[in-house]
Nanobody, 126 residues
Framework: QVQLVESGGGLVQAGGSLRLSCAAS????????MGWFRQAPGKERELVAA????????NYADSVKGRFTISRDNAKNTMYLQMNALKPEDTAVYYC???????????????????WGQGTQVTVSS
């Protein structure tokens, strides 16, 4: 099992930026694909971005392409989500997640992730 702790959320005006971090411990972080998900009130949890074990491949939801960037630093056991040009519709609780199994591919399905952080609130005001 892996422990995940998110940080960096907050309140920002539309058009602003935030950088989320996810610190991992308890597993060999570099062996596993990782992802960022978000959940807005009354909506299902959705994938925002995913990254392969070494950061070589990434995948983004259409709604955030060109605005968000996912990255990871395996030496620091940390994953990041740089969010630019934020919109009110980006308001949600953001969760980092670790894949259930080690893999060399990107994983985009909720069921493929087994460990979750506690979440960090991102609120974008108009």
């Amino acid at each position: 099992q892996v422990q995940l702790v998110e940080s960096g959320g907050g309140l920002v005006q539309a058009g602003g930026s935030l950088r989320l971090s996810c610190a991992a411990s308890g597993r060999t972080f570099s062996n596993y694909p990782m992802g960022w998900f978000r959940q807005a009130p009354g909506k299902e949890r959705e994938l925002v971005a995913a990254i392969s074990w070494n950061g070589g491949n990434t995948n983004y939801a259409d709604s955030v392409k060109g605005r968000f960037t996912i990255s990871r630093d395996n030496a620091k056991n940390t994953m990041y989500l740089q969010m630019n040009a934020l919109k009110p519709e980006d308001t949600a609780v953001y969760y980092c997640a670790c894949a259930r199994y080690s893999s060399r591919t990107i994983l985009t399905k909720y069921s493929e992730y087994s460990d979750w952080g506690q979440g960090t609130q991102v609120t974008v005001s108009s």
